[in-house]
């Protein structure tokens, strides 16, 4: 009897190690323009300026700049990527739960914000202690498309953070 235990022990142990391999294998680092598909990038790189007096409307503004059109190169991916959080809430000690990650500093109180491909709705329960909302991070964890509106933004993408750190590369 105690072998066969020792057995189905061993077993257990030897079906867990791939799943653990899993959980901290490398994240592949992703640049924000990796997140938009081909066409929306020509059609950005082709619109006329946008400046603070252009009214923020659909009928202003290209369709590129209300975008949620997605890539699904990095879906159920262990990605890392780094911008600038807008924080949506915090637990009870004040460290940030859930928030947006934007690509440039201000996106989302900036008019126009950023097109939902290129805002990504991160959720981290663990919650990260912010230094200042003019810090980039860098962000790691598993990238979904999911979308998210909330009345402030729009995300084409969810990621559920495993690590949330202030970053320091240029």
């Known amino acids: 009897m105690l072998k066969m235990k020792s057995y189905w022990l061993i077993l257990a142990g030897a079906l867990m190690v791939p799943a653990a391999w899993a959980v901290t294998k490398e994240a592949v ?6 997140l938009m598909p081909k066409e ?3 059609a950005m790189e082709t619109m006329p300026e946008i400046t603070h007096e252009t009214p923020f409307d ?3 503004l290209p369709e590129v700049m209300f975008s949620s059109s997605v890539v699904d190169t990095y879906e159920q991916k262990n990605i ?7 924080p949506l809430e915090s637990n009870d000690k004040g460290e940030i739960t859930e928030f947006f990650l934007a690509p440039y500093m201000g996106a989302c109180v900036h008019v126009p914000p950023p097109p939902p491909n290129q805002l990504i709705h991160v959720k981290f329960p663990k919650g990260a202690e912010v230094e200042g ?8 964890g598993v990238l ?3 979308s998210f509106d909330n009345g402030l933004g729009a995300a084409s993408y969810t990621l559920t953070a495993d690590a949330v750190t202030v970053f320091e590369g240029e």
């Open 29 to 34: 680092e992703v640049k924000w323009l990796d």
């Open 40 to 42: 929306d990038l020509e």
């Open 58 to 60: 659909k009928e202003n």
């Open 80 to 86: 890392r990527i780094a911008g600038y959080m807008v």
């Open 133 to 140: 909302i003019w810090y980039p991070y860098e962000i790691e």
């Open 144 to 146: 979904s498309l999911d």
